[in-house]
Protein backbone atom coordinates (compact mmCIF):
# COMPACT_ATOMS: atom_id res chain seq x y z
CA UNK A 1 0.00 0.00 0.00
CA UNK A 2 0.80 3.82 -0.69
CA UNK A 3 2.10 5.27 2.46
CA UNK A 4 0.58 8.70 2.71
CA UNK A 5 2.23 11.68 4.74
CA UNK A 6 1.28 11.31 8.57
CA UNK A 7 -2.04 13.00 9.50
CA UNK A 8 -2.47 15.95 11.51
CA UNK A 9 -3.93 14.07 14.13
CA UNK A 10 -6.11 17.26 15.25
CA UNK A 11 -7.81 17.41 11.92
CA UNK A 12 -10.04 14.09 13.24
CA UNK A 13 -11.55 14.56 16.62
CA UNK A 14 -12.03 11.40 17.24
CA UNK A 15 -13.40 11.74 20.80
CA UNK A 16 -16.11 14.23 19.21
CA UNK A 17 -16.85 12.57 16.11
CA UNK A 18 -17.55 9.22 18.48
CA UNK A 19 -19.97 11.20 20.73
CA UNK A 20 -22.17 11.81 17.72
CA UNK A 21 -22.79 8.06 17.40
CA UNK A 22 -25.01 6.95 20.22
CA UNK A 23 -24.94 3.37 19.13
CA UNK A 24 -20.70 3.31 19.62
CA UNK A 25 -21.76 3.62 23.30
CA UNK A 26 -23.34 0.38 24.01
CA UNK A 27 -22.31 -2.97 24.62
CA UNK A 28 -22.74 -5.97 22.73
CA UNK A 29 -22.23 -9.26 24.84
CA UNK A 30 -21.54 -7.39 27.68
CA UNK A 31 -18.40 -6.14 25.83
CA UNK A 32 -17.80 -2.82 24.00
CA UNK A 33 -19.14 -2.31 20.49
CA UNK A 34 -16.44 -2.45 18.11
CA UNK A 35 -18.15 -1.94 14.99
CA UNK A 36 -16.05 -3.35 12.00
CA UNK A 37 -18.50 -3.79 9.65
CA UNK A 38 -18.96 -0.46 7.84
CA UNK A 39 -18.78 -2.07 4.68
CA UNK A 40 -22.36 -3.57 4.70
CA UNK A 41 -23.54 -0.40 6.69
CA UNK A 42 -22.37 2.50 8.33
CA UNK A 43 -23.95 3.95 12.33
CA UNK A 44 -25.52 6.98 12.15
CA UNK A 45 -24.86 10.23 13.52
CA UNK A 46 -26.97 11.78 15.79
CA UNK A 47 -27.65 15.01 13.27
CA UNK A 48 -29.35 12.59 10.94
CA UNK A 49 -31.18 10.54 13.58
CA UNK A 50 -33.22 13.99 14.44
CA UNK A 51 -32.83 15.25 10.96
CA UNK A 52 -35.33 12.36 10.15
CA UNK A 53 -37.09 12.96 13.75
CA UNK A 54 -37.42 16.32 13.01
CA UNK A 55 -39.16 16.21 9.36
CA UNK A 56 -41.58 13.29 10.72
CA UNK A 57 -42.65 15.25 13.63
CA UNK A 58 -42.93 18.77 12.13
CA UNK A 59 -42.21 18.76 8.61
CA UNK A 60 -43.89 15.57 6.98
CA UNK A 61 -46.48 16.49 4.06
CA UNK A 62 -45.43 14.85 0.34
CA UNK A 63 -43.57 16.77 -2.18
CA UNK A 64 -44.43 18.31 -5.26
CA UNK A 65 -47.90 17.67 -5.01
CA UNK A 66 -49.90 20.54 -2.47
CA UNK A 67 -50.48 24.21 -2.93
CA UNK A 68 -49.94 24.28 0.90
CA UNK A 69 -47.63 25.54 2.60
CA UNK A 70 -45.89 21.94 4.62
CA UNK A 71 -45.87 20.61 0.53
CA UNK A 72 -44.75 23.57 -0.80
CA UNK A 73 -42.00 23.86 2.01
CA UNK A 74 -40.64 20.31 1.99
CA UNK A 75 -40.40 20.23 -1.89
CA UNK A 76 -37.93 22.79 -1.23
CA UNK A 77 -35.97 20.90 0.83
CA UNK A 78 -36.05 17.68 -0.69
CA UNK A 79 -34.81 19.63 -3.54
CA UNK A 80 -32.55 21.11 -1.31
CA UNK A 81 -31.04 17.34 -0.68
CA UNK A 82 -31.18 16.80 -4.32
CA UNK A 83 -29.02 20.12 -4.98
CA UNK A 84 -26.61 19.07 -2.05
CA UNK A 85 -25.58 15.22 -3.31
CA UNK A 86 -25.28 17.29 -6.54
CA UNK A 87 -22.19 19.65 -5.08
CA UNK A 88 -21.15 16.66 -3.01
CA UNK A 89 -20.28 14.49 -6.25
CA UNK A 90 -19.85 17.85 -8.73
CA UNK A 91 -22.73 16.89 -10.84
CA UNK A 92 -23.02 19.42 -13.37
CA UNK A 93 -26.85 20.16 -12.86
CA UNK A 94 -29.34 18.94 -10.29
CA UNK A 95 -31.49 17.24 -12.44
CA UNK A 96 -28.71 14.30 -12.69
CA UNK A 97 -29.04 13.30 -9.36
CA UNK A 98 -32.11 10.58 -9.11
CA UNK A 99 -33.17 9.41 -5.75
CA UNK A 100 -33.30 5.76 -5.47
CA UNK A 101 -33.94 3.17 -2.85
CA UNK A 102 -30.01 2.18 -2.86
CA UNK A 103 -26.99 1.25 -5.46
CA UNK A 104 -28.75 -2.23 -6.37
CA UNK A 105 -32.02 -0.40 -6.76
CA UNK A 106 -29.87 2.18 -9.17
CA UNK A 107 -28.04 -0.48 -11.19
CA UNK A 108 -30.83 -2.20 -11.79
CA UNK A 109 -32.50 1.28 -13.06
CA UNK A 110 -30.03 1.95 -15.55
CA UNK A 111 -29.58 -2.15 -16.12
CA UNK A 112 -33.55 -2.35 -17.05
CA UNK A 113 -33.86 1.10 -18.88
CA UNK A 114 -30.29 1.59 -20.80
CA UNK A 115 -30.95 -1.94 -22.26
CA UNK A 116 -34.56 -1.18 -23.39
CA UNK A 117 -32.99 1.29 -25.46
CA UNK A 118 -29.39 0.52 -26.11
CA UNK A 119 -29.09 -3.08 -26.17
CA UNK A 120 -29.85 -5.81 -28.25
CA UNK A 121 -28.91 -9.66 -29.27
CA UNK A 122 -25.26 -10.42 -29.62
CA UNK A 123 -24.07 -6.80 -27.73
CA UNK A 124 -21.68 -7.44 -25.01
CA UNK A 125 -21.63 -6.01 -21.37
CA UNK A 126 -18.45 -5.63 -19.50
CA UNK A 127 -18.16 -6.78 -15.52
CA UNK A 128 -15.38 -7.40 -13.28
CA UNK A 129 -14.84 -10.61 -11.35
CA UNK A 130 -14.59 -8.27 -8.08
CA UNK A 131 -18.19 -7.21 -8.19
CA UNK A 132 -21.23 -7.34 -5.88
CA UNK A 133 -23.85 -9.92 -7.16
CA UNK A 134 -26.19 -6.20 -7.49
CA UNK A 135 -23.59 -5.53 -10.12
CA UNK A 136 -23.50 -8.82 -11.90
CA UNK A 137 -27.00 -10.09 -11.65
CA UNK A 138 -28.90 -7.05 -13.61
CA UNK A 139 -26.40 -7.34 -16.22
CA UNK A 140 -27.05 -11.22 -16.19
CA UNK A 141 -30.80 -11.03 -16.89
CA UNK A 142 -30.37 -8.10 -18.98
CA UNK A 143 -27.89 -10.42 -21.08
CA UNK A 144 -30.72 -13.32 -20.94
CA UNK A 145 -33.56 -11.02 -21.42
CA UNK A 146 -31.67 -9.75 -24.62
CA UNK A 147 -29.49 -12.43 -25.89
CA UNK A 148 -26.59 -10.22 -25.30
CA UNK A 149 -23.12 -11.55 -23.59
CA UNK A 150 -21.61 -10.59 -20.07
CA UNK A 151 -17.65 -10.35 -20.34
CA UNK A 152 -15.71 -10.63 -17.42
CA UNK A 153 -12.56 -8.47 -16.45
CA UNK A 154 -10.10 -10.71 -14.88
CA UNK A 155 -8.05 -9.91 -11.54
CA UNK A 156 -4.49 -10.48 -10.90
CA UNK A 157 -3.69 -12.40 -7.56
CA UNK A 158 -3.43 -9.09 -5.99
CA UNK A 159 -6.92 -8.23 -6.28
CA UNK A 160 -6.48 -5.62 -9.10
CA UNK A 161 -7.97 -5.83 -12.74
CA UNK A 162 -5.85 -6.75 -15.64
CA UNK A 163 -6.21 -3.68 -17.65
CA UNK A 164 -4.67 -5.31 -20.34
CA UNK A 165 -7.41 -8.13 -21.09
CA UNK A 166 -9.92 -5.24 -20.48
CA UNK A 167 -8.64 -3.21 -23.35
CA UNK A 168 -8.87 -6.66 -25.17
CA UNK A 169 -12.36 -7.06 -24.30
CA UNK A 170 -13.64 -3.80 -25.32
CA UNK A 171 -14.99 -4.39 -28.75
CA UNK A 172 -17.59 -2.64 -31.53
CA UNK A 173 -20.59 -5.10 -29.38
CA UNK A 174 -19.54 -3.41 -26.22
CA UNK A 175 -22.49 -1.13 -25.24
CA UNK A 176 -21.92 -0.62 -21.76
CA UNK A 177 -19.24 -0.89 -18.69
CA UNK A 178 -20.39 -1.38 -15.03
CA UNK A 179 -17.73 -1.61 -12.78
CA UNK A 180 -16.67 -1.08 -9.08
CA UNK A 181 -14.91 2.13 -7.53
CA UNK A 182 -14.33 0.51 -4.68
CA UNK A 183 -14.33 -3.62 -4.46
CA UNK A 184 -16.52 -4.23 -1.20
CA UNK A 185 -14.35 -7.57 -0.48
CA UNK A 186 -10.94 -6.32 -1.23
CA UNK A 187 -10.85 -3.03 -1.21
CA UNK A 188 -9.58 -2.49 -4.11
CA UNK A 189 -9.69 1.35 -5.76
CA UNK A 190 -9.98 0.70 -9.15
CA UNK A 191 -8.87 2.55 -11.84
CA UNK A 192 -11.83 3.99 -12.63
CA UNK A 193 -10.48 7.13 -15.02
CA UNK A 194 -8.68 4.89 -16.67
CA UNK A 195 -10.85 2.01 -17.08
CA UNK A 196 -13.70 5.31 -18.37
CA UNK A 197 -10.96 6.79 -20.88
CA UNK A 198 -10.41 3.76 -22.36
CA UNK A 199 -14.45 3.06 -22.77
CA UNK A 200 -15.16 6.65 -24.38
CA UNK A 201 -12.50 6.30 -26.63
CA UNK A 202 -15.00 3.81 -28.18
CA UNK A 203 -17.98 5.46 -27.37
CA UNK A 204 -18.90 3.65 -24.93
CA UNK A 205 -20.69 4.80 -21.36
CA UNK A 206 -19.47 3.58 -18.20
CA UNK A 207 -21.31 2.40 -15.10
CA UNK A 208 -19.53 2.90 -11.88
CA UNK A 209 -20.96 1.75 -8.71
CA UNK A 210 -19.61 3.44 -5.83
CA UNK A 211 -21.23 1.96 -3.08
CA UNK A 212 -17.87 1.28 -1.13
CA UNK A 213 -16.43 4.57 -2.21
CA UNK A 214 -18.79 7.41 -1.41
CA UNK A 215 -17.85 6.87 1.99
CA UNK A 216 -14.20 6.60 1.57
CA UNK A 217 -13.18 9.09 -0.79
CA UNK A 218 -14.12 12.13 -2.58
CA UNK A 219 -15.93 11.53 -5.90
CA UNK A 220 -16.06 14.03 -8.42
CA UNK A 221 -17.59 12.55 -11.25
CA UNK A 222 -16.73 15.42 -13.58
CA UNK A 223 -13.55 15.14 -13.63
CA UNK A 224 -13.99 11.12 -13.57
CA UNK A 225 -16.23 11.97 -16.30
CA UNK A 226 -18.52 8.69 -15.65
CA UNK A 227 -21.47 8.09 -17.49
CA UNK A 228 -23.45 7.40 -14.31
CA UNK A 229 -22.66 6.59 -10.76
CA UNK A 230 -24.78 4.94 -7.79
CA UNK A 231 -24.18 4.58 -4.33
CA UNK A 232 -26.44 3.64 -1.07
CA UNK A 233 -27.13 6.70 1.78
CA UNK A 234 -26.76 3.91 4.46
CA UNK A 235 -22.96 3.41 3.82
CA UNK A 236 -22.41 6.96 4.37
CA UNK A 237 -23.84 7.39 7.38
CA UNK A 238 -27.46 8.31 6.23
CA UNK A 239 -30.55 6.25 6.42
CA UNK A 240 -31.43 2.62 4.54
CA UNK A 241 -33.69 2.83 1.89
CA UNK A 242 -32.46 5.78 -0.14
CA UNK A 243 -29.72 5.76 -2.64
CA UNK A 244 -28.55 7.81 -5.43
CA UNK A 245 -28.29 7.50 -9.19
CA UNK A 246 -25.95 10.14 -10.85
CA UNK A 247 -26.56 10.09 -14.66
CA UNK A 248 -25.28 12.15 -17.55
CA UNK A 249 -28.24 14.02 -18.92
CA UNK A 250 -27.52 13.52 -22.17
CA UNK A 251 -27.60 9.56 -20.83
CA UNK A 252 -30.76 9.83 -18.86
CA UNK A 253 -32.70 12.18 -21.53
CA UNK A 254 -32.48 9.11 -23.78
CA UNK A 255 -33.52 6.09 -21.62
CA UNK A 256 -37.16 5.50 -20.82
CA UNK A 257 -38.28 5.56 -17.18
CA UNK A 258 -37.36 2.56 -14.79
CA UNK A 259 -41.00 2.22 -13.09
CA UNK A 260 -43.90 4.75 -13.99
CA UNK A 261 -46.73 6.21 -12.03
CA UNK A 262 -47.05 9.10 -9.86
CA UNK A 263 -44.44 11.81 -9.88
CA UNK A 264 -43.21 10.76 -13.24
CA UNK A 265 -45.37 12.47 -15.91
CA UNK A 266 -46.62 15.74 -17.67
CA UNK A 267 -49.95 14.60 -18.63
CA UNK A 268 -51.86 11.54 -19.31
CA UNK A 269 -54.89 10.18 -20.99
CA UNK A 270 -55.62 6.76 -22.11
CA UNK A 271 -54.28 7.20 -25.47
CA UNK A 272 -50.91 8.58 -24.87
CA UNK A 273 -48.81 9.78 -21.84
CA UNK A 274 -46.23 12.08 -21.99
CA UNK A 275 -43.38 11.84 -19.34
CA UNK A 276 -41.61 14.45 -17.55
CA UNK A 277 -38.34 15.69 -17.67
CA UNK A 278 -35.67 14.09 -15.74
CA UNK A 279 -35.06 13.29 -12.61
CA UNK A 280 -38.61 13.61 -12.04
CA UNK A 281 -39.12 10.52 -14.84
CA UNK A 282 -37.26 8.42 -12.88
CA UNK A 283 -39.11 9.41 -9.51
CA UNK A 284 -42.50 7.29 -9.13
CA UNK A 285 -44.38 6.96 -6.58
CA UNK A 286 -43.84 9.23 -3.19
CA UNK A 287 -40.57 9.28 -2.67
CA UNK A 288 -38.39 8.47 0.64
CA UNK A 289 -38.51 11.84 1.54
CA UNK A 290 -36.86 11.63 5.49
CA UNK A 291 -34.44 9.38 3.68
CA UNK A 292 -33.31 12.18 1.31
CA UNK A 293 -33.05 14.86 4.35
CA UNK A 294 -31.29 12.16 6.22
CA UNK A 295 -28.36 11.62 3.68
CA UNK A 296 -28.07 15.48 3.10
CA UNK A 297 -27.60 15.78 6.65
CA UNK A 298 -25.44 12.96 6.41
CA UNK A 299 -23.55 14.24 3.82
CA UNK A 300 -23.45 17.81 5.55
CA UNK A 301 -21.38 15.68 8.74
CA UNK A 302 -18.90 13.79 6.09
CA UNK A 303 -17.53 17.46 4.78
CA UNK A 304 -17.50 18.84 7.97
CA UNK A 305 -15.20 16.80 9.28
CA UNK A 306 -13.47 16.93 5.51
CA UNK A 307 -13.32 13.92 3.07
CA UNK A 308 -9.60 14.65 2.33
CA UNK A 309 -9.05 14.05 6.47
CA UNK A 310 -11.59 11.22 6.43
CA UNK A 311 -9.30 9.43 3.66
CA UNK A 312 -5.92 9.79 5.57
CA UNK A 313 -7.37 9.13 8.53
CA UNK A 314 -9.24 5.35 7.29
CA UNK A 315 -5.42 4.87 5.58
CA UNK A 316 -3.88 5.17 8.95
CA UNK A 317 -6.25 2.89 10.46
CA UNK A 318 -5.78 0.48 7.46
CA UNK A 319 -2.04 0.43 7.56
CA UNK A 320 -1.78 -0.07 10.69
CA UNK A 321 -4.33 -2.94 11.00
CA UNK A 322 -2.63 -4.74 8.20
CA UNK A 323 0.84 -4.30 9.99
CA UNK A 324 -0.61 -6.23 12.77
CA UNK A 325 -2.72 -8.93 10.71
CA UNK A 326 0.39 -9.41 8.58
CA UNK A 327 2.56 -10.79 11.64
CA UNK A 328 -0.50 -13.39 13.21
CA UNK A 329 0.30 -16.60 12.15
CA UNK A 330 -1.86 -18.52 9.51
CA UNK A 331 -3.40 -15.29 8.71
CA UNK A 332 -3.63 -14.45 4.80
CA UNK A 333 -4.74 -10.84 3.69
CA UNK A 334 -6.46 -11.73 0.53
CA UNK A 335 -6.73 -8.43 -1.91
CA UNK A 336 -2.44 -6.70 -1.73
CA UNK A 337 -3.81 -3.79 -4.17
CA UNK A 338 -1.37 -0.67 -4.32
CA UNK A 339 -4.57 1.38 -3.86
CA UNK A 340 -6.88 0.03 -1.28
CA UNK A 341 -9.68 1.69 0.78
CA UNK A 342 -11.43 1.07 4.05
CA UNK A 343 -11.77 -2.82 3.69
CA UNK A 344 -9.61 -5.78 4.89
CA UNK A 345 -10.47 -9.42 4.40
CA UNK A 346 -8.53 -12.35 5.04
CA UNK A 347 -8.81 -16.24 6.12
CA UNK A 348 -7.11 -18.00 8.58
CA UNK A 349 -5.38 -21.37 7.36
CA UNK A 350 -7.58 -24.15 8.79
CA UNK A 351 -10.20 -22.16 10.41
CA UNK A 352 -14.14 -21.19 8.84
CA UNK A 353 -14.51 -18.03 8.78
CA UNK A 354 -17.46 -18.42 10.05
CA UNK A 355 -16.21 -19.45 13.36
CA UNK A 356 -14.04 -16.53 13.57
CA UNK A 357 -16.40 -14.19 13.14
CA UNK A 358 -18.85 -16.29 15.83
CA UNK A 359 -16.14 -16.28 18.28
CA UNK A 360 -15.22 -12.31 17.61
CA UNK A 361 -19.04 -11.24 18.19
CA UNK A 362 -18.76 -12.77 21.70
CA UNK A 363 -16.33 -10.22 22.28
CA UNK A 364 -18.27 -7.08 21.02
CA UNK A 365 -16.33 -6.98 17.80
CA UNK A 366 -18.66 -6.64 14.92
CA UNK A 367 -17.19 -8.19 11.56
CA UNK A 368 -18.37 -9.37 8.09
CA UNK A 369 -18.18 -13.23 7.75
CA UNK A 370 -19.05 -15.13 4.42
CA UNK A 371 -18.83 -14.54 0.31
CA UNK A 372 -19.49 -10.91 0.62
CA UNK A 373 -22.12 -11.18 -1.92
CA UNK A 374 -19.33 -11.42 -4.60
CA UNK A 375 -19.27 -15.39 -4.72
CA UNK A 376 -17.17 -15.54 -8.45
CA UNK A 377 -14.57 -13.07 -6.65
CA UNK A 378 -14.50 -15.47 -3.61
CA UNK A 379 -14.78 -18.73 -5.80
CA UNK A 380 -11.44 -16.92 -7.80
CA UNK A 381 -9.73 -17.34 -4.43
CA UNK A 382 -10.38 -20.46 -3.59
CA UNK A 383 -11.81 -20.22 0.04
CA UNK A 384 -15.30 -20.40 1.50
CA UNK A 385 -15.53 -16.80 2.50
CA UNK A 386 -13.29 -14.25 4.01
CA UNK A 387 -13.52 -12.51 7.14
CA UNK A 388 -14.01 -8.88 6.74
CA UNK A 389 -13.06 -5.95 8.64
CA UNK A 390 -14.18 -2.30 7.48
CA UNK A 391 -13.51 1.18 8.67
CA UNK A 392 -15.19 4.05 9.28
CA UNK A 393 -13.51 6.82 10.58
CA UNK A 394 -15.25 6.58 13.93
CA UNK A 395 -12.96 3.62 14.70
CA UNK A 396 -9.41 3.91 16.30
CA UNK A 397 -6.17 2.58 16.67
CA UNK A 398 -6.80 0.96 19.73
CA UNK A 399 -10.07 -0.63 18.61
CA UNK A 400 -7.61 -2.11 16.25
CA UNK A 401 -5.55 -3.28 19.20
CA UNK A 402 -8.33 -5.11 20.69
CA UNK A 403 -9.68 -6.90 17.55
CA UNK A 404 -5.97 -8.13 16.92
CA UNK A 405 -5.69 -10.08 20.55
CA UNK A 406 -9.42 -11.17 20.11
CA UNK A 407 -8.54 -12.64 17.05
CA UNK A 408 -5.68 -14.02 18.43
CA UNK A 409 -7.78 -15.56 20.92
CA UNK A 410 -10.23 -16.59 18.70
CA UNK A 411 -7.61 -18.45 16.51
CA UNK A 412 -6.30 -20.40 20.00
CA UNK A 413 -9.69 -21.45 20.63
CA UNK A 414 -10.52 -23.05 17.00
CA UNK A 415 -7.22 -24.35 15.96
CA UNK B 1 -32.76 -42.67 27.53
CA UNK B 2 -35.45 -40.77 26.05
CA UNK B 3 -34.99 -37.29 24.09
CA UNK B 4 -35.70 -35.19 26.58
CA UNK B 5 -33.18 -36.78 29.14
CA UNK B 6 -30.42 -36.50 26.85
CA UNK B 7 -31.56 -32.74 26.06
CA UNK B 8 -31.94 -32.37 30.11
CA UNK B 9 -28.29 -33.86 30.55
CA UNK B 10 -26.56 -31.14 27.96
CA UNK B 11 -28.08 -28.41 29.76
CA UNK B 12 -26.63 -30.13 33.20
CA UNK B 13 -23.34 -29.93 31.60
CA UNK B 14 -23.34 -26.45 30.48
CA UNK B 15 -24.52 -24.84 33.40
CA UNK B 16 -21.01 -25.94 34.71
CA UNK B 17 -19.87 -23.27 32.55
CA UNK B 18 -19.22 -19.65 34.00
CA UNK B 19 -18.69 -17.77 30.61
CA UNK B 20 -19.20 -17.75 26.74
CA UNK B 21 -15.47 -19.11 26.62
CA UNK B 22 -15.74 -22.08 27.96
CA UNK B 23 -19.13 -22.78 26.99
CA UNK B 24 -17.71 -22.32 23.13
CA UNK B 25 -14.84 -24.31 23.97
CA UNK B 26 -16.88 -27.39 24.82
CA UNK B 27 -18.95 -26.40 21.66
CA UNK B 28 -15.49 -26.86 19.53
CA UNK B 29 -14.48 -29.56 21.16
CA UNK B 30 -17.96 -31.46 20.57
CA UNK B 31 -17.36 -31.06 17.16
CA UNK B 32 -14.18 -32.08 17.21
CA UNK B 33 -14.99 -35.37 18.59
CA UNK B 34 -18.34 -35.94 16.39
CA UNK B 35 -17.39 -39.47 14.60
CA UNK B 36 -16.30 -38.19 10.96
CA UNK B 37 -19.01 -38.68 8.25
CA UNK B 38 -18.63 -41.27 5.87
CA UNK B 39 -17.20 -39.65 2.38
CA UNK B 40 -19.39 -41.34 0.29
CA UNK B 41 -22.06 -39.53 2.00
CA UNK B 42 -20.75 -36.17 1.66
CA UNK B 43 -22.18 -35.67 -1.60
CA UNK B 44 -23.94 -32.43 -2.70
CA UNK B 45 -27.63 -34.18 -2.24
CA UNK B 46 -26.62 -34.68 1.65
CA UNK B 47 -25.46 -30.92 1.63
CA UNK B 48 -27.89 -28.38 3.46
CA UNK B 49 -26.58 -25.01 2.22
CA UNK B 50 -26.04 -21.93 4.76
CA UNK B 51 -24.77 -18.80 3.44
CA UNK B 52 -21.87 -19.53 5.10
CA UNK B 53 -21.29 -22.72 6.80
CA UNK B 54 -22.13 -25.90 5.49
CA UNK B 55 -23.67 -29.01 6.66
CA UNK B 56 -23.92 -32.51 5.57
CA UNK B 57 -26.51 -35.18 6.72
CA UNK B 58 -26.95 -38.48 6.13
CA UNK B 59 -29.44 -40.90 7.85
CA UNK B 60 -30.34 -44.61 7.93
CA UNK B 61 -33.10 -46.64 9.58
CA UNK B 62 -32.21 -49.73 11.82
CA UNK B 63 -34.34 -51.66 14.06
CA UNK B 64 -36.89 -48.95 13.64
CA UNK B 65 -34.63 -46.60 14.88
CA UNK B 66 -33.09 -43.21 13.02
CA UNK B 67 -29.79 -43.05 12.67
CA UNK B 68 -27.59 -40.17 11.89
CA UNK B 69 -24.51 -38.97 10.94
CA UNK B 70 -23.24 -35.77 10.06
CA UNK B 71 -20.86 -32.70 9.80
CA UNK B 72 -19.81 -29.66 9.10
CA UNK B 73 -17.16 -27.32 7.47
CA UNK B 74 -17.48 -25.12 10.58
CA UNK B 75 -16.29 -26.35 13.96
CA UNK B 76 -18.95 -24.15 15.79
CA UNK B 77 -21.21 -25.40 13.63
CA UNK B 78 -20.49 -28.62 13.75
CA UNK B 79 -20.21 -28.46 17.48
CA UNK B 80 -24.25 -28.02 16.92
CA UNK B 81 -24.52 -30.25 14.82
CA UNK B 82 -22.85 -33.04 17.07
CA UNK B 83 -25.90 -31.62 20.28
CA UNK B 84 -28.37 -32.25 17.53
CA UNK B 85 -27.29 -35.74 16.49
CA UNK B 86 -26.47 -36.62 20.56
CA UNK B 87 -30.17 -35.76 21.10
CA UNK B 88 -31.83 -37.45 18.16
CA UNK B 89 -30.45 -40.28 16.89
CA UNK B 90 -31.10 -43.50 17.85
CA UNK B 91 -34.79 -42.76 18.31
CA UNK B 92 -38.24 -43.59 16.51
CA UNK B 93 -39.34 -41.33 13.78
CA UNK B 94 -42.04 -40.47 16.18
CA UNK B 95 -40.38 -39.46 18.73
CA UNK B 96 -37.97 -37.05 16.65
CA UNK B 97 -40.90 -35.39 14.87
CA UNK B 98 -42.16 -34.83 18.45
CA UNK B 99 -39.41 -33.39 19.99
CA UNK B 100 -39.37 -30.03 21.15
CA UNK B 101 -35.68 -29.31 20.80
CA UNK B 102 -35.86 -26.52 23.12
CA UNK B 103 -32.36 -26.83 24.89
CA UNK B 104 -30.16 -24.93 22.39
CA UNK B 105 -32.15 -21.93 23.82
CA UNK B 106 -31.63 -22.90 27.67
CA UNK B 107 -28.13 -23.93 26.72
CA UNK B 108 -27.63 -19.71 25.27
CA UNK B 109 -27.22 -20.77 22.14
CA UNK B 110 -30.41 -19.51 20.80
CA UNK B 111 -28.34 -16.89 18.07
CA UNK B 112 -27.56 -19.93 16.30
CA UNK B 113 -31.08 -20.92 15.66
CA UNK B 114 -31.58 -17.40 14.37
CA UNK B 115 -33.02 -16.91 10.72
CA UNK B 116 -30.09 -15.56 9.05
CA UNK B 117 -29.33 -18.17 7.06
CA UNK B 118 -25.89 -18.07 7.75
CA UNK B 119 -25.33 -21.77 9.12
CA UNK B 120 -27.14 -24.43 7.81
CA UNK B 121 -28.16 -25.12 11.54
CA UNK B 122 -31.95 -24.45 10.98
CA UNK B 123 -32.31 -26.23 7.33
CA UNK B 124 -30.50 -29.54 9.27
CA UNK B 125 -33.15 -29.89 11.82
CA UNK B 126 -35.83 -29.77 9.52
CA UNK B 127 -33.83 -32.35 7.67
CA UNK B 128 -33.74 -34.25 10.43
CA UNK B 129 -37.16 -34.23 10.59
CA UNK B 130 -38.47 -34.74 7.07
CA UNK B 131 -35.82 -37.50 7.13
CA UNK B 132 -37.49 -39.34 10.25
CA UNK B 133 -41.13 -38.51 8.46
CA UNK B 134 -40.05 -39.84 5.53
CA UNK B 135 -39.29 -43.61 7.30
CA UNK B 136 -42.79 -42.93 9.20
CA UNK B 137 -44.06 -42.81 5.77
CA UNK B 138 -42.24 -45.63 4.20
CA UNK B 139 -43.13 -47.83 6.95
CA UNK B 140 -46.43 -47.41 7.10
Known sequence: MTALKAIDKTTINIEKIRADFPILSRKVNGKPLIYFDNGATAQKPQQVIDRIDHYYSYENANIHRGVHTLSRDITIGYENARAAIQKHLNAANPCEIIFTKGTTDAINLVASSFSKRFISKGDEIIVSVMEHHSNILPWQQVCEEKEAVLKVIPINDAGELVLDEYNKLLNEKTKIIAIAHVSNTLGTINPIKEIISAAHARNIPVLVDGAQAVPHLKVDVQELDCDFYCFSGHKVFGPTGIGVLYGKEKWLNQIPPYQVGGGTIKTVSFEKTEYADIPLKFEAGTPDIAGTLGLATAIDYINEIGLDAITTYEHELLVYATEKLQKLQGVKILGTAKEKAGVLSFIVEGIHPFDIGTILDQMGIAVRTGHHCTQPLVAYYRVPGTVRVSFAFYNTFEEINVFIKGLEKAIIMLK | ?140
Open chain 2, 1 to 140: MTIEETEQEIIDEFELFDDWMQKYEHLIELGKSLPIIDTKYKTDDKLIKGCQAQVWLHSELKDGKVIYTADSDAIITKGMVALMVRVLSNHTPDEIINAKLDFIDKIGLKQHLSPTRSNGLVSMIKQMKMDALAYKVKRE
